[in-house]
């Protein structure tokens, strides 16, 4: 079982994209794909909505949902959409993923191989790849991106900031030595997944090419 997973420095980056891009380049690993999303105070880990229930901590601390629309409208229905075997959308209360990762190692157990959009999830698992997705333009930058720059494997960044990025960019602070010698890929939205970036992961995974490949 191999794992890859796919962090970011703030919404909207294209991690997503970029899931399904390698999701659907590497069909022949029959996905499981998992995406984490932790909720702030007052936002109801079960539904994903506003609620009054933060101080119930312990009733639904996390919620773990199997995805089965494959139309495409939501995160987790675009990677069926992209070809994955399986889709899990895992919710948490900010700082508590800690009590899903039990559960959903238990769901993950017989998975083929796992790609999981994620940074916080660095904290309890050592996956064979971690691409990192940075576009300088956006100001946002999470603690949890900050905290395992450096173990990125490699850092997938937007074309149209290459020029901030070369610069030496910083967002509020935060420096980028930690990713200085990364291999970089360049991308240019919509297109987040190129052929570099799926031989770079293939070759990380020690795996040759698909074998329904002509």
Known sequence: MAIVVIGGHSRNVGKTSLVCGLVAAMSDCGWTAVKITQFGHGVCSRHGEPCDCAPAELDH???IDEEHDRSGRTDTSR???AGARRALWVRTRQGKLAEAMPELRGRLAQAANIIIESNSVMRFLRPDVYLSVL???TEDFKDSARLYLDRADALVV???S????AA???WNSVSLKPAANKPQFSVAPPTYC???IVE???RRLQLGEPRCAS
Do not use: I, N, S
């Open 61 to 63: 601390a996390y919620a």
């Open 79 to 81: 990677y069926l959409a």
């Open 135 to 137: 576009d300088p333009q």
């Open 158 to 160: 937007h074309a149209a």
């Open 162 to 165: 290459q020029a901030a990025w």
């Open 168 to 170: 030496g960019a910083k």
């Open 194 to 196: 190129t052929a570099e």
């Open 200 to 202: 770079f992961v293939r």
